[in-house]
């Protein structure tokens, strides 16, 4: 059974900076591409980033590339997503997942950006 747990969102400025985990099991961690998406109030959710198997590549939505940074912890089952540079429109429901996304969909962790 996948179980993905997402936390680190908050209120913060305009700007400002906030780091996201999600701790992901039920699948062995290390073999899977690991991914995060947001969804914004009224719209679709979105794919934003994705790290690959070891941590070596990664790619970014054109909306959050060069603000956002991908990272994973292996002998942690945990992927992080580090948001600098913070903007209202970054404001969104954060979820992570497997890639390909199992259906299994976490929580979220619920940023809001304003000031």
């Known amino acids: 059974q996948v179980q993905l747990v997402e936390s680190g969102g908050d209120l913060v400025q305009p700007g400002g900076s906030l780091r996201l985990s999600c701790v992901a099991s039920?699948?062995?961690?290390?073999?899977?591409?690991m991914a995060w998406h947001r969804q914004r109030p009224g719209k679709q959710r979105e794919l934003i980033a994705g790290?690959?198997?070891?941590?070596?590549?990664?790619d970014y939505a054109g909306s959050v590339k060069g603000r956002f940074t991908i990272s994973r912890d292996d002998s942690k089952n945990t992927v992080y997503l580090q948001m600098n540079n913070l903007k209202p429109e970054d404001t969104a429901t954060y979820f992570c997942?497997?890639?390909?996304?199992?259906?299994?969909w976490g929580q979220g962790t619920q940023v809001t950006v304003s000031s």
């Open positions: 997942n497997f890639s390909p996304p199992t259906t299994s």
């Open positions: 790290i690959g198997i070891g941590g070596q590549t990664s």
């Open positions: 039920g699948r062995e961690f290390r073999f899977y591409v």
